[in-house]
């Protein structure tokens, strides 16, 4: 029976029975996770310790890859696992997620040329037919094509044009709303009966004759401690899975990060589609998001970071990759900043999530993880942790239904300023002002929030949740707090995961 679709907070609720499933980490993955296996007829508990999305799952540069980069390493599974996932979020969530193109300007004749180009495309473009069928024509994904050199100085008047050969042209998507997708899936998780909790970490998960049944949790808002009861466990902790292993005793070699950062600029330098040029040996893209746009991604080891955490580094390769723009630290209104599973730097990012059985790989029944790569991959990784999870309930269970599935509140918030904040609070588990500024009303997503917006909300919510005049002084505070001298934004999550 479907219940409301509303995010309640209730604890009763959440250690009042034994659950099918716990998922601990309330990102992308969490979120995807949760809503598959409460479509299936599963028991649900997600915890999340911070808000919702507040981890990796913020700082996306919100490209949904229809998987071409996967072509040069003819990796082509990883290719159509793109292009399913681009046509499913087009399907499940249209308001938030549209096509976007993208020019790359090509130049020689070697690998990086038009001849090798034109080939990729072809290959990407018959591999992906088929996967958008049934979209609505403004979400379907056109025929990629090269063009010629004065075709892409027509499109990209700016960019250096000796040796110019031609340009690709294809298209991806892109979410507009990271934050708002991630609040979809779990508006469906709670509509099919799963119950939510942020702010609760789990502190141990704990065992039973040799199995995993649950979890040991403290409720970060009120301070008590609390056990949640279930007959598996998934972790969705991205960069904290290996501290979530370590809870439960299991020692595993640790995970190598890549500390991965983008650029949200003020300038709308790019307009309708997103432009790519050659980095250091790589390719950044610029991508148009609404005003302004976003540079990235960079990466660095987690483990030895340069002082600045390699925002320089990014301007300086940005500036080889876009000469004409000349990006200036000033033009940064805010900085990205996440861990990512890789080693070295861009060309040894994980290609595609794991989801891993403990109890084959390492003996512990009753858990098992899912290693995220890309936000765009979460809801199939999803899909497949809960096949394993469902497998190893010996249950049986409806099937996937959630890349056809719309999510039923996969959109931005509808009405005045004071209401959406009020539904935010009432409806969505905003405990907090950087909960609803941050992450439901999508105000401080670009750089920091306007004065008045953000007085407008924290009075509303004051309003709704009882706060007297010092818990609002307290509420603003922290949302200061929340954007770093750096330009990157962290508030009350759990302590940032082990990288060395
Ligand atoms: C700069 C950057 C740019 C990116 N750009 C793109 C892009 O354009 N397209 C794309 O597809 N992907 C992109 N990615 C990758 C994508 O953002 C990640 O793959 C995805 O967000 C990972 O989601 P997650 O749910 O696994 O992790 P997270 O979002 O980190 O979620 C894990 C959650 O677990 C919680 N948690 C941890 N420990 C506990 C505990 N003990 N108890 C309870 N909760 C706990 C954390 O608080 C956190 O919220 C980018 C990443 C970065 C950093």
């Known amino acids: 029976m479907l219940s409301s679709p509303e995010v309640q ?3 009763g609720r959440l250690t009042g029975r034994e659950h099918d499933l716990l998922v601990v980490g309330g990102g992308i993955y969490g979120a995807a996770a949760a809503w598959d296996a409460s479509q299936r007829g599963l028991a649900v508990a997600l915890v999340e310790a911070g808000d919702f999305g507040s981890g990796t799952s913020w700082n996306s540069l919100k490209t949904i890859h229809g998987g071409l980069r996967h072509l040069p390493r003819a990796d082509l599974s990883s290719l159509r696992e793109g292009s399913r996932e681009r046509a499913a979020l087009l399907r499940i969530a249209p308001e938030l997620v549209r096509p976007l193109p993208f020019l790359l300007p090509l130049y020689g004749h070697g690998l990086h040329g038009r001849e090798a180009m034109a080939a990729a495309l072809l290959a990407a473009d018959l591999l992906s037919a088929g996967g958008g069928d049934g979209l609505p024509p403004s979400h379907r994904i056109p025929r990629s094509r090269v063009l010629s050199a004065q075709e892409v100085r027509a499109r990209a008047p700016g960019i250096d044009a000796a040796r110019l050969t031609g340009g690709a042209s294809w298209t991806d998507a892109q979410v507009e709303s990271s934050e708002r997708l991630l609040m979809g899936f779990l508006h469906a998780a709670a509509g099919a009966g799963a119950a939510l909790a942020s702010r609760v970490e789990t502190t141990e998960l704990r065992r039973r004759h040799g199995r995993v049944v649950g979890a040991l949790a403290r409720d970060r808002e009120g301070g008590e401690a609390l056990e949640v009861r279930s007959r598996m466990v998934l972790s969705a902790g ?9 809870s439960a005793g299991i020692a595993m070699r640790p995970t190598p990060l890549l500390s991965a950062l983008n650029l949200v600029l003020r300038r709308r330098l790019v307009d309708v589609e997103a432009l790519g040029g050659r980095g ?3 390719y950044l893209f610029m991508v148009p998001w609404r005003d302004r746009c976003i540079v990235g991604t960079g ?3 987690a483990g030895s970071p340069s002082a600045d955490g390699g925002i320089e580094a990014l301007l300086a390769e940005a500036n080889r990759a876009f000469p004409w723009a000349g990006i200036e630290r000033n033009d940064v209104s805010l900085v990205h900043r996440g861990f990512v599973p890789g080693h070295g730097g861009a060309a040894g990012l994980l290609a595609r999530g794991r989801v891993v059985d403990h109890e084959a790989e390492g003996g512990l029944p009753g858990l098992c993880s899912v290693r995220s790569a890309k936000y765009t991959a979460a809801r199939a990784s999803a899909e497949a942790a809960i096949d394993l999870v469902v497998r190893r309930l010996g249950r049986r269970s409806a099937p996937c239904r959630t890349a056809t599935t719309p999510l039923p509140r996969a959109r931005t918030l509808a009405g005045t300023l004071e209401e959406r904040a009020r539904i935010a609070a009432r409806e969505e588990m905003a405990l907090h002002l950087t909960d609803a500024v941050l992450r ?23 309003t709704e949740l009882g706060w007297d005049a010092a818990r609002i002084e307290r509420e603003q505070a922290a949302l200061g707090a929340a954007y770093r001298p750096d330009g990157s934004v962290r508030d009350d999550g759990p302590l940032p995961p082990a990288t060395k």
């Open 238 to 246: 991205g960069p904290w899975n290996d501290r979530i292993a370590a």
């Open 280 to 282: 250091d040996g790589r």
């Open 440 to 462: 439901r009303l999508d105000l401080g997503t670009a750089g920091a929030a306007a004065r008045d917006d953000v007085n407008a909300v924290a009075l509303a919510m004051a």
């Open 299 to 301: 990466y660095e080891p």
């Open 9 to 11: 907070r209730d604890l």
